[in-house]
């Protein structure tokens, strides 16, 4: 009969949990210091500034990976940190509403934009959608529950058109959801008169409900690509009603007034929709398929 061995030691078998990449000697010493706001698969994000301390920045850092080749690994940083700011550089030149791009090195896997103060339309959206999903119309009255449907049709509508503007130029996203959409108060309004004014690019804040005006801006384009085929623009549209459904699911209703607003922002999207409707068709014998 043998002996029951002892478990062996959980520290020499768990390999330990990991902290979040050093950042590149450029941004070690800055004061204050970088701080982390989000952390995807491929990047992490930081707020920042560039050159003064009254620049805020948004600091985009891919750092290098161990499971990759050395070679390989450098190759595709710089192809997607180049593909990201031409992406970036050119919708900033056509009159698209994206962060401008302050700097970059793709040797050591960084990309400086600028810092889009206000909140996301996500965080935007499931604060104003609380009390009509609550139960709390009746408290507030028919004409407060009216006056905010209004104001939320205008948020999509600008949504509507700020997509259609990106689809014009010929740049799809590749990752269009209400987390990569900011609401950007107006310049001249104060933080009091706006949704979740100072919450920074990428920030997943609620905060006491503003009102809903402001530009419309598209961040993380990570996964962009220039592309002027009607079948890219509609997956984008695609992309981003799936992505409404399941996050605002009591509110698919909202996402026509994009449609029809996208529907007479440019020339060409028209044929776009046609494609989206063959693109659902797809989705859904998916989806019976399994």
């Known amino acids: 009969m043998t002996t029951p061995t002892a478990p062996p030691d959980l520290a020499a078998v768990v390999p330990p949990i990991r902290t979040s990449p050093s950042l590149p000697s450029n941004f070690t010493h800055t004061h204050p210091p970088p701080q982390l706001i989000a952390q995807g698969a491929e990047a992490l994000l930081y707020h920042t500034t560039y050159l003064l301390p009254s620049t805020p920045s948004a600091l ?46 793709w040797e050591k896997g960084w990309l400086m934009m600028e810092w889009v103060e206000g909140g996301t339309v996500r965080g935007v959206l499931d604060d104003w959608l609380k009390p009509m999903l609550g139960g709390k119309e009746e408290e507030e009255g028919k004409e407060s529950t009216e006056g905010r449907e209004e104001e939320l049709r205008g948020l999509m509508e600008r949504v509507g058109e700020a997509v259609g503007k990106m689809h014009e130029v010929g740049v799809v996203h590749g990752d269009l959801t ?69 996050t605002h699911p009591k509110a698919e209703g909202l996402f026509k007034e994009v449609i029809k607003v996208y529907g007479q ?9 046609k494609k989206l409707e063959e693109v659902r068709m797809r989705g859904r014998k998916k989806s019976m398929l399994g």
């Open 60 to 105: 985009k850092y891919r750092p290098s990976k161990p499971y990759r080749h050395p070679t390989l690994d450098a190759r595709l940083t710089r192809h997607r940190i180049l593909s990201e700011a031409r992406v970036l550089v050119k919708c900033r030149r056509e009159g698209v509403c994206v962060p401008a791009v302050y700097a970059l090195d």
């Open 178 to 246: 209400t987390s990569n959409l900011m609401l950007r108060p107006p310049a001249d309004s104060s933080p009091e008169d706006n949704y979740c004014a100072g919450a920074g690019a990428g920030a997943e804040t609620t905060g006491s409900r503003r009102n809903l005006e402001g530009d419309i801006v598209l961040i993380d384009f990570g996964l962009a690509a220039q592309s002027v085929q009607d079948e890219d623009k509609a997956v984008d549209l695609y992309v981003l009603e799936r992505a409404f459904g399941s």
């Open 265 to 273: 922002s440019y020339k060409g999207a028209g044929v776009v929709l």
